[in-house]
């Protein structure tokens, strides 16, 4: 069974830094990508980032581009994402999923697994 427990959220003013991180428990955790997604209140949950098995190749949201940067350690199970500059319009909830192939996807559908995500209000 796979497990994934993010942790990292809070509040933070604009302009400010947090990182998050994702622990994952359960076999094979280095054979398949991982990504960070988001919601808001009222909208769809989106992709922010994605990494593949490696950690070799990776993807961002046009919105998060430059500001973000995702990261995993295969042997410690984590994956991590470092967000820098933030906006109000990054507050959300943070979901770290695992995806069902070695490369990220954008579609929710493509991820298996699911954490119970992590609250980020950025205040202006």
């Known amino acids: 069974q796979v497990q994934l427990v993010e942790s990292g959220g809070g509040l933070v003013q604009a302009g400010g830094s947090l990182r998050l991180s994702c622990a994952a428990s359960?076999?094979?955790?280095?054979?398949?990508?991982m990504g960070w997604f988001r919601q808001a209140p009222g909208k769809e949950r989106d992709i922010v980032a994605g990494i593949n098995w490696s950690g070799t190749d990776t993807y961002y949201a046009d919105s998060v581009k430059g500001r973000f940067t995702i990261s995993r350690d295969n042997a410690k199970n984590m994956v991590y994402l470092q967000m820098n500059s933030l906006k109000p319009e990054d507050t959300a909830i943070y979901y770290c999923?695992?995806?069902?192939?070695?490369?990220?996807?954008?579609?929710?559908?493509?991820?298996?697994?699911w954490g119970q995500g992590t609250q980020v209000t950025v205040s202006s």
């Open positions: 999923a695992r995806a069902k192939f070695v490369v990220p996807r954008v579609n929710p559908n493509d991820y298996g697994y």
């Open positions: 359960g076999r094979s955790f280095g054979s398949y990508a």
